[in-house]
T-cell receptor, first 113, second 111 residues
């Protein structure tokens, strides 16, 4: 199916474990983003990527690592999960259509115990 | 850090009423987007406004971008229960490389 997909949709992990959240888009959009959404904080940008092999930090990058070897994939890794990383994570891609527009995946709900 | 504020935070109205939600910043944005998010789903793009003073209509929804490109409003005419959701505004402050989101307005339309 065309669009942007995330996996897994739900994940429970323990403190200290490494976790990778996957994001795949079929539009070949250059820009991709990772956000976390928490009550009281709204959507906050973790990392973004302008193209394959080009990534940059957003507002809250600490504790996260990203890579982008292919245009269509943008995985997010929590190297050593902490309880404060319990959140809903959204991946997005964007395209220029008069202005840049973002299209979001369905989200991954991550719980760190 | 550029910030976007949204008001009101919460709004509960009866079906058929009109409403306006606001998105304000002290910063200038190259464009601004409005999204609606339903529980358990990702935000869905409603509109992008680019030009200061621009007005866009999407059925019963009217979006306006402020002349100085620092603020925006969303007006819904004759609200319906299907309009219920979290409305988010987002400003593009680096030509597609960095979006700032407001905290959202949670709208509930009662039948």
């Amino acid at each position: 199916d065309a669009g942007i997909t995330q996996s897994p949709r739900y994940k429970i992990t323990e403190t200290g474990r490494q976790v990778t959240l996957m994001c795949h888009q079929t539009w070949s959009h250059s820009y991709m983003f990772w956000y976390r959404q928490d009550l009281g904080h709204g959507l906050r940008l973790i990392y973004y990527s302008a193209a394959a092999d080009i990534t940059d930090k957003g507002e809250v990058p600490d504790g996260y690592v990203v890579s982008r070897s292919k245009t269509e994939n943008f995985p997010l890794t929590l190297e050593s999960a902490t309880r404060s990383q319990t959140s809903v994570y959204f991946c997005a891609s964007s395209v220029f259509q008069g202005g840049y527009e973002q299209y979001f995946g369905p989200g991954t709900r991550l719980t760190v115990t | 850090t550029q910030l976007l504020e949204q008001s009101p935070q919460f709004l509960s109205i009866q079906e058929g009423e009109n409403l306006t939600v606001y998105c304000n910043s002290s910063s200038v944005f190259s464009s601004l987007q409005w999204y609606r998010q339903e529980p358990g789903e990702g935000p869905v793009l409603l509109v992008t406004v680019v030009t200061g003073g621009e007005v866009k209509k999407l059925k019963r929804l009217t979006f306006q971008f402020g002349d100085a490109r620092k603020d925006s409003s969303l007006h819904i005419t004759a609200a319906q229960p299907g309009d219920t959701g979290l409305y988010l505004c987002a400003g593009d402050n680096n030509y597609g490389q960095n979006f700032v989101f407001g905290p959202g307005t949670r709208l509930s339309v009662l039948p």
